[in-house]
């Protein structure tokens, strides 16, 4: 298997991993408010309803994603145009609605090769950095709802896609900020939840300053779900001033929450 094999299959195991959550739900429970404002258990499902679907149209059918884009642009980009349908539904047409659009990415991304470029909302993306970005979302999104509903998910190996993703994009977390990020690299030193230590960066000599602990709080912070104060995460001065601002996804500048003891 490949790289974009692995990502492939990792890709679908955290929507399964998501879907198993939600599948036991309670009619009511699919209206509990997530930690992201304004947002229930089904707007969450439904923003990646919606994405899943221009994902695999953005690369079935180019012209039809960008068509939708400028639509998507020309309506304000807000809620009532991604979720208006979706909140329409009952759970259950919700659930299956979200099934069948992670079928149809599925298949579009079985005909992405390594050096498949993609359009998106922004620059275009390799099918790596693109597949990574859907891991991603539905990682992050799922942590919303496992706040809502108190479930557990445990974590798992999945999370280097997001770690890695997190780790080159610390430029962005400046860039999107109109900041100049400080003089000085940053080594990355996680513990995955295997227990295997995944390093990203120069070799510790060489780095200013090195962010270390567990991949699971690193990825709640670069996803921008937990504040750098509710993890265990170990960092200097340079460290700290990145996760302080880190957003590891496109888009606007976003808040970073703030830490839940406050």
């Given at each position: 298997m490949t790289d974009l094999d692995d990502l492939r299959a990792d890709l679908v195991a955290e929507q399964?991993?998501?879907?198993?959550?939600?599948?036991?739900?309670?009619?009511?429970?699919?209206?509990?408010?997530?930690?992201s404002a304004g947002w229930n258990v089904a707007d969450q499902i439904g923003h990646l309803t919606?994405?899943?679907?221009?994902?695999?149209?953005?690369?079935?059918d180019?012209?039809?994603?960008?068509?939708?884009?400028e639509s998507l642009f020309a309506s304000g980009g807000g809620d009532?145009?991604?979720?208006?349908?979706?909140?329409t539904l009952t759970p259950t047409e919700q659930l299956a609605a979200w099934r069948a659009n992670r079928q149809v990415l599925a298949d579009a991304a079985a005909t992405l090769t390594e050096t498949t470029r993609v359009g998106w909302y922004g620059p275009s993306m390799g099918a790596k950095s693109f597949l990574t970005a859907r891991l991603m979302e539905v990682w992050a999104h799922g942590t919303d709802i496992v706040d809502a509903v108190g479930a557990y998910r445990a974590p798992t190996d999945r999370l280097r896609h997001i770690a890695q993703l997190g780790f080159i994009t610390r430029g962005w977390s400046y860039t999107v900020r109109g900041e100049t990020p400080p003089a000085g690299d940053v080594r990355l030193e996680l513990t995955s939840p295997s227990g295997e230590i995944w390093i990203w960066g120069p070799d510790e000599a060489a780095a200013a300053d090195t962010v270390r602990g567990s991949a699971e709080d690193f990825c709640l912070v670069v996803t921008q779900r937990r504040n750098v104060d509710d993890t265990d995460l170990q960092a200097g001065e340079l460290g700290r001033h990145w996760l302080l601002r880190a957003q590891a996804f496109a888009g606007g500048p976003t808040a970073v929450p703030a830490p839940r003891g406050s």
């Open positions: 399964g991993a998501l879907d198993t959550i939600v599948a036991a739900l309670a009619d009511t429970e699919w209206l509990l408010p997530t930690p919606y994405f899943d679907g221009t994902a695999a149209l953005a690369v079935t180019p012209e039809a994603f960008r068509a939708g884009l009532d145009f991604t979720l208006g349908a979706f909140r």
